[in-house]
């Protein structure tokens, strides 16, 4: 009994399959069909790739598109920040950026500042309002202006102080100014005496 296995190879000149032992590959050999003497080499089929190439294809371009999709997305996401003004950093102009009420932490309201004069002499004054946000009463309540030049330096301070605030009540202070170049103040603090 023969242990030869036959294996499968194609004619060279007519394409046709030939069965040969496997021990006479490389040999030459007579088709069977055209009658031609071709080289016995053994047969290989063509093996489809794991993945066909439209698969390929189509994921390639699946991922160009989301990528293209999330880029496009984080761009108006950006442009919507700037036209809105949310992007970190920026400050709008006319002092947006500024706390609306800078002493509400400590339960106070402050209104505008101004500069007064007293009278037909020669003393100035800062004057303007503090308010009590809470509902108890303050005690030793102390306000301390920076008082600033054309400029706008800080050339000094003024301070004005009441014993008492009561609730929801408004105080309007009167800081007395010894810096005669002074053309503005500011409020800088608002505290309570502990």
Known sequence: MSTTKNVTGRCQHCGGTIFFPAENTGKLARC????????????????APALPRKAILFTVVAIVILVGGLIAAQLAVKRARRLTGQIEGTVKPGGAG????????????????????????????AVGSVTNLTDRRRFGVKVELDLMDRDGKKIGTAKDYRDTLEPRAAWRFKAMVMEARTESARLTSIAESP
């Open 32 to 47: 069977t069909l055209c009658g031609q003497e071709t080289e016995l080499i053994l047969f290989v089929p063509e093996t």
């Open 98 to 125: 500024q706390p609306a009420n800078p002493f509400a932490g400590a339960g106070f309201a402050a209104g505008d500042t101004a500069l007064e004069k007293a009278g037909s002499g020669s003393l100035v004054y």
